[in-house]
């Protein structure tokens, strides 16, 4: 792992041009250095954690491979890649780049150096308070607990490393933690550390582009679910409901969630500004001259017209249409709702990665209480999001089975393309010791063609297939790493 672990320290802006920003963005630095020249001021606190926020942001293109290629919403169109194209065909083998973890154990090395080296900056910097010492930490706490669950989600056991390397010369040999341990850990540091979340900074940027306290229940939420413990998603998402800061948006403002952004109803993004040259990855996936990734049959049967009665999310929302049955996934290229007018200039790379927002908790919630058999009230709140989207409410008969196909079709239809559906029929499989399994495989291979529906089928039956391999050459340089077995040959 020492390609993974390894930091250059970067080069500081001089003070004088970070007291002038006027864009937290600006503050993350180029670079090389040199040790000995860093952490010395809080702004150095600072630099090296936004650039972790950066870091952790130029993944977006991968987190949308992650949470999208395999499952049943995109389809792959001509010039996509051999990786994401053998990804999303389960013909995954430990060479495949998407594999590597290096890029998230960059982000969680930049969280490590702030968790270590801020107390010892504020032993030097006269300027450095108790309540910005505390709270810069809890901005690397909560970043590094989001890192390990992307990561126990892809790869399900992973290293898990507490401590910097703070030279280039040291080699780390960290075998896996079990996923269920890694979390464990995770939780403990989001609940000790919540406190000193803050709820709000200078700017809107930052406010949904920082770690709050929000931030915080939502991703303590969505550990929790995964986690199937519906009493603290429950507790989680009652907090974010509660939060007066947060809004639903209403239905004829449902697209200004990803043009302009940093909406009402948004906890936290990714945030991207192509005049800072901070480009996302999405547009040059998604833009139709990029013939990449496209909505699947299955998303155009939810939401093109001539099949589906979506308005607010449907065709010139999520999607829009090119031609007779050739369409474009709209939410990262279009500047409205209306399948015609699309981002130009610097806003073509400046849509963000919403991680998360207000209904993605309201689902959370719905789901939690459906299988507590709470089902009334588990109506209600899936409902409202329906409500929003000036969709008839559903009557559902008392069962959780019957609860989980709803919601799992209404995050389908809410959360199109924002990396959350693999990992939604992924919870739906594991779920009750995999008593769902064959639903997922059955919703996975209707996205493929017949001739391959019976191979891919017999590949997602064993879990373990789920989750990706440990990249080829981490396996060969570090001895402690155990493959996953499924891809033991």
């Not at 992973?158 to 780390?172: A, N």
């Not at 007779?324 to 709209?330: A, H």
């Amino acid at each position: 792992m020492k390609k993974i672990f390894k930091l250059r320290f970067i080069l500081l802006f001089a003070l004088s041009i970070q007291l002038s920003c006027s864009n937290y963005l600006e503050l993350i630095p180029p670079g090389g250095l040199v040790r000995e020249e860093f952490w010395k001021t809080k702004e150095d606190v600072e630099a090296v954690l936004m650039a972790g926020y950066q870091s952790f942001a130029s993944m977006d293109g991968n987190l949308f491979i992650y949470g999208e290629a395999r499952g049943d919403m995109v389809k792959a169109d001509y010039s996509l890649g051999s990786g994401e194209r053998n990804l999303m065909e389960s013909n995954i083998y430990p060479d495949n780049g998407l594999c590597n973890w290096a890029s998230f154990y960059k982000v969680i090395n930049y969280c490590n150096d702030v968790i270590k080296n801020a107390p010892e900056v504020q032993k030097i910097d006269n300027t450095f308070t108790d309540f910005q010492l505390r709270g810069l930490m809890a901005e690397a706490y909560w970043l590094r607990a989001l890192n390990y669950f992307y990561l126990v989600r892809i790869f399900k056991d992973v290293p898990l490393v507490l401590t910097p390397s703070e030279t280039d010369g040291v080699d780390f040999y960290v075998p896996q933690s079990k996923g269920e341990e890694v979390l464990k850990a995770m939780i403990k540091d989001l609940n000790d550390n919540r406190q000193f979340a803050t709820d709000g900074y200078k700017t809107l940027d930052e406010v949904k582009g920082r770690a709050t306290k929000a931030a915080y229940d939502a991703l303590l939420a969505d550990i929790s679910l995964w986690n199937f413990d519906y009493e603290k998603t429950i507790e989680y998402s009652n907090r974010l409901i509660s939060n007066k800061e947060l809004v639903l948006m209403a239905g004829t403002r449902w697209f200004e969630m990803f043009y302009p952004g940093n909406s009402l109803e948004s906890i936290f993004e990714f945030q991207f500004a192509d005049k800072y040259n901070q480009k996302n990855g999405t547009y040059g996936k998604t833009n139709r001259n990029s013939h990449q990734f496209d909505p699947s049959t299955r998303a155009q049967e939810l939401f093109a017209r001539k099949y589906a009665v979506e308005l607010t999310r449907g065709e010139d929302a999520s999607i829009a249409k090119i031609s007779e049955d050739d369409y474009l996934i709209w939410k990262f290229v279009g500047r409205a709702p209306d399948g015609k007018t699309e981002r130009t200039g610097a806003d073509q790379n400046s849509c963000n990665w919403i991680v998360y927002r207000l209904a993605d908790i309201y689902l959370m919630k719905a789901e939690a209480l459906s299988q507590l058999s709470r089902f009334n009230e588990a109506a209600d709140v899936l409902n409202t999001i329906r409500e929003r989207a000036n969709m008839p409410p559903l009557s559902i008969g008392s069962s959780p089975v019957l609860f989980e196909d709803a919601i799992m079709e209404e995050r389908a239809l809410e959360l199109a393309f924002e990396g959350k559906r693999w990992f939604d029929l992924l919870r739906m499989g594991r779920r009750n010791n995999y008593a769902r399994k064959d639903k997922l495989v059955e919703i996975i291979i209707k996205n493929v063609p017949s001739t391959q529906k019976r191979i891919l089928s017999a590949k997602l039956t064993n879990p373990l297939g789920w989750y990706l391999p440990v990249y080829k050459a981490e396996i060969e340089r570090n001895k402690n790493l155990v493959q996953n077995p499924y891809y033991q040959f």
